[in-house]
């Protein structure tokens, strides 16, 4: 055993992001962290290397109990992190940032042929061979990746956690970073890897530790595992499977709101085909990374359409920019709420009524009676917890956040919204609550694109569920077509 | 319960006053105002009317600021607007504007506010359109601005005689100063602007969380372009108040660093710099502040030479009364116990 984690628990204001989680590394084994959003991964990963300190719990280090104190304090004791987004320097040489911040000194400074050496040995290790004096930016990023593990294993290093490595990486270069990742395995080095691509899992891990909604699922060989299983896992459905779908599963053929015909983009989703009906529920299924975001952000008009076309009504556009699908009646809820939804310095009043303003003209402002009556409706229909409407919403917690930003939209009446995870970290009641009023608004007319990682969610309230898998459309489901089980196998790549 | 908070210039306020007794207690007839002429004379008055080309400039540096941009070139706009209506009067030898004629008062104040509208579109259409930085982008405009009013007077300081246009500047009206008046005038056009209709909430929605504002459909663009080209009207109708006061267009040293006093001014009334909060009153309020100390130091005869590290002592401290970390720590000091979050 090298690194141990035991009871550990970790909350954020109102929401249990780690609850009572246990996790063994050891020597020599590649072991793979698995969970959809919000199941604790990252959480978990930034209690074992000092970002966030656990509220409870137990880490022991070779035996040992730890408690690293920094990022950098657990460096020093020999667990070193390679994070999604490559934290290094473009600017400097690959030498200088491989010994960044430990560079050896001498009288004059820096040692620089030391450096080099140095730099060389790390990359010597790895088997790869590299110019150390070629600044970072000019090579490849799979090689950039390398990088960044040479330079966690300059240090004295037992285990190498890796968070999601291989999301910018094509095929060649992940196969050239499981070899040193094999390699290293055989030194006796623990290896903790974060992924979502299912097929990378199975092609490199000994063992899968599943989390989900903060709390450890198990842990597996992989071996012994069957992907179906690993994807029930990860999405969950026991609770759940009782209860009945919310939607009835076929509507009365009617007019199209909007189809989307072979729509593509770069880096993004490729073959998306589909039709939206009012007061249909289209529900997208697939796991983190498989497009959905993407897909969302493409008929949002955020990220260009490369081929392919949307048709609202009669028109067909090829083009679409963010403008224009609010006119054609579009609304997003995002899934990062704090990069994307929230204006932290206003209050949920301003906050919840900016959509209805901004289609108002800005010339035309909302009586404060207006906006009263409007905000009081919607906290007492969504439960949203808040002293009063004037407080700043960046005081409120992550799930009352979140109904507000769905209440913008919702007060804006949209022909169609999508929204992208809207029931993340928000307590059981409320997704209920908020169930219910996709429900009724649909039936009213309202049509909606639902993204969640939580399949029984896609599955209680969608007339119809896109399948997505490594960005790709694979396939649609309709009417009693609709199955958790089918989804999964389709998710999972499992032929029917 | 209600969670409205207290102004965040109240401090701001407190250090106002406290200038004004510091001042009463050295010399008795500060407070005093007086009706001689047919206008008010006294300390007070003075030191507003001093202050309003500061405060015209810290209002639309408020609006800029809310957006989470800044706006640097409000010197040189300054410079420009004057030069263009000396040069529109005078008709000086070489300048570029000697053909052009202009004679009604309403054509010069329009001529110089076009000019200024053209330099907001610059500085607006180069932050939203091109994306770049509003400090490099004003920058620009700073840096060229002062060689374009030089352009407009053929590098000379432009003296002229108008006595309608001198009156925006030394002139009084009512009983009081007419800088004052015409900035009255464009507090309550920009107040009701902005509170009046939904732009003030919109520019803050901008400024809080830009790609949040833009999800919502908010023209974040266009709402930046109109900050720009409001702060620089206000800086083009300083300018023509300074010109008109000095009766000359000196392009070197009109509106000189008064970018700077208007952003310490709207810092100091309590809008937060990153955006997203914004106080037209607090900016008014930190304005006349600057403009208090100034004039105490000057009339106190402590060299001028001080005035700026004064000042600077006044702004750091008024910064650490804002700051909610600061607060906590001397409350945590005198054991008053936790702020309440």
Redesign the interface.
């Known amino acids: 055993m090298i690194l141990e984690a035991i009871g550990l628990r970790m909350g954020f204001t109102g929401v249990k992001a780690l609850d009572g989680v246990n996790f063994h590394l050891r020597r020599g084994e590649i072991h793979a962290l698995m969970g959809e959003n919000g199941a604790g991964k990252s959480t978990l990963i930034k209690c074992l290397t000092g970002v966030y300190q656990p509220d409870s719990g137990q880490l022991l280090l070779a035996g040992e109990p730890y408690r690293p104190s920094s990022p950098q304090h657990a460096t020093e004791l020999g667990i070193s992190t390679v994070y999604q987004e490559i934290n290094l320097a473009p600017n400097l040489s690959v030498a200088e940032n491989i010994c960044l911040g430990r560079e050896p000194r001498g009288p004059f400074g820096i040692r620089w042929k030391e450096v080099r050496q140095r730099a060389k040995a790390a990359l010597a290790r790895l088997q790869i061979e590299l110019d150390v004096n070629a600044p970072l930016g000019s090579i490849s990023v799979a090689h950039q990746q390398l990088v960044a593990i040479a330079r966690a294993l300059d240090v004295s290093c037992q285990a190498l956690i890796l968070d999601e490595p291989t999301s910018s990486l094509d095929r060649n270069e992940v196969d050239q970073l499981f070899e040193v990742l094999r390699r290293l395995k055989s030194e006796g080095m623990g290896i903790l890897f974060v992924t979502h691509f299912l097929d990378q899992v199975y092609a490199i891990s000994d063992r899968i530790t599943v989390l989900r909604n903060g709390r450890l699922v198990g842990e597996f060989v992989t071996s012994e595992l069957p992907k179906l299983d690993l994807v029930s896992h990860m999405i969950g459905r026991s609770a759940s499977e009782l209860e009945a779908p919310l939607a009835p599963r076929s509507l009365s053929a009617g007019s199209t709101f909007m189809s989307v015909e072979k729509m593509s983009g770069s880096r993004s989703t490729q073959d998306v085909s589909f039709e939206v009906s009012p007061g249909e529920v289209v529900g997208l299924a697939g796991l983190l990374g498989s497009g959905r975001t993407e897909t969302l952000r493409m008929i949002?008009g955020?990220d260009p359409i490369q081929s392919g076309s949307i048709q609202f009504g009669n028109r067909r556009r090829s083009k679409l920019n963010?403008?224009t699908a609010?006119k054609e009646g579009l609304g997003?809820c995002?899934e990062d709420r704090k990069?994307?939804?929230?204006?932290?310095?206003?209050s949920v009043r301003?906050n919840l009524m900016?959509?209805v303003?901004?289609?108002?003209?800005?010339?035309?402002?909302?009586s404060r009676k207006e906006q009263q009556e409007t905000v009081s409706n919607f906290i007492n229909r969504l439960q949203i917890a808040t002293?009063?409407a004037?407080?700043p919403i960046q005081?409120l917690s992550g799930g009352n956040q979140q109904k507000v930003l769905l209440a913008?939209w919702l007060a804006a009446n949209p022909k169609l919204l999508l929204l992208d995870e809207p029931t993340r970290g928000i307590d059981v009641g409320a997704k209920f609550e908020i169930s219910n009023l996709i429900e009724s608004l649909r039936q009213g007319g309202m049509s909606f694109l639902f993204v969640s990682s939580e399949l029984e969610e896609v599955f209680r309230s969608s007339n119809k569920v896109l399948v997505l898998r490594d960005r790709r459309m694979v396939g649609e489901l309709t009417g009693d077509e609709i199955d958790q089980n089918r989804i999964m196998g389709m998710i999972a790549g499992n032929p029917e | 319960m209600n969670s409205r908070q207290l102004p965040p210039y109240l401090w701001t306020i407190a250090l106002l006053l406290a200038v004004f007794i510091f001042n009463a207690a050295f010399s008795p007839g500060f407070f005093t105002i007086e009706w001689r002429d047919g206008r008010l004379f006294g300390s007070l008055v003075d030191i507003v009317n001093r202050a309003v080309p500061v405060l015209l400039l810290s209002l639309g540096m408020t609006l800029v600021i809310a957006t989470k941009g800044v706006d640097l070139s409000v010197g040189a706009v300054m410079a420009i607007c004057g030069a263009v209506a000396a040069c529109l009067i005078a008709h000086p030898q070489g300048s570029l504007l000697k053909d052009f004629q202009v004679e009604s008062l309403a054509g010069i104040i329009a001529a110089a506010l076009l000019v200024a509208v053209v330099c907001g579109l610059f500085n607006g259409l180069l932050v939203a359109k091109i994306k770049v930085q509003p400090i490099v982008a004003t920058l620009l405009l700073m840096v060229t601005g002062r060689g374009i009013a030089q352009l407009l007077t053929n590098g000379q300081i432009v003296v002229f005689e108008h006595p309608e246009f001198q009156a925006l500047g030394s002139g009084s009206w009512f009983g009081l100063p007419s800088p004052i008046w015409i900035f009255m005038l464009s507090f309550v056009l920009i107040g009701l602007l902005v509170h009046g209709t939904a732009f003030g909430k919109l520019a803050a929605a901008t400024g809080s969380n830009e790609t949040a504002a833009r999800y919502a459909g908010v023209k974040v663009d266009s709402i930046k372009v109109w900050v720009y080209v409001i702060c620089a009207v206000c800086a083009g109708i300083a300018g023509l108040i300074g010109a008109a006061d000095i009766k000359a267009a000196d392009s070197n040293n009109a509106g000189l660093y008064l970018e700077l006093d208007a952003i310490l001014a709207v810092a100091v009334g309590g809008t937060a710099m990153a955006g997203g909060k914004f106080t037209l009153v607090g900016s008014v309020i930190g304005a006349i502040l600057m403009q208090a100390l100034t004039t105490t130091i000057l009339t106190r005869g402590v060299g001028a030479e001080t005035t700026s590290i004064l000042k600077a002592v006044v702004v750091v401290a008024v910064c650490l009364l804002q700051s909610p970390a600061f607060r906590e720590s001397y409350r945590r000091i005198l054991g008053l116990g936790r702020a309440q979050a």
């Open positions: 949002y955020i963010l403008q609010i997003l995002p990069s994307e939804g929230i204006l932290p310095d206003l301003e900016l959509v303003q901004n289609r108002r003209g800005w010339w035309r402002r909302l002293p009063d004037d407080r005081f913008r």
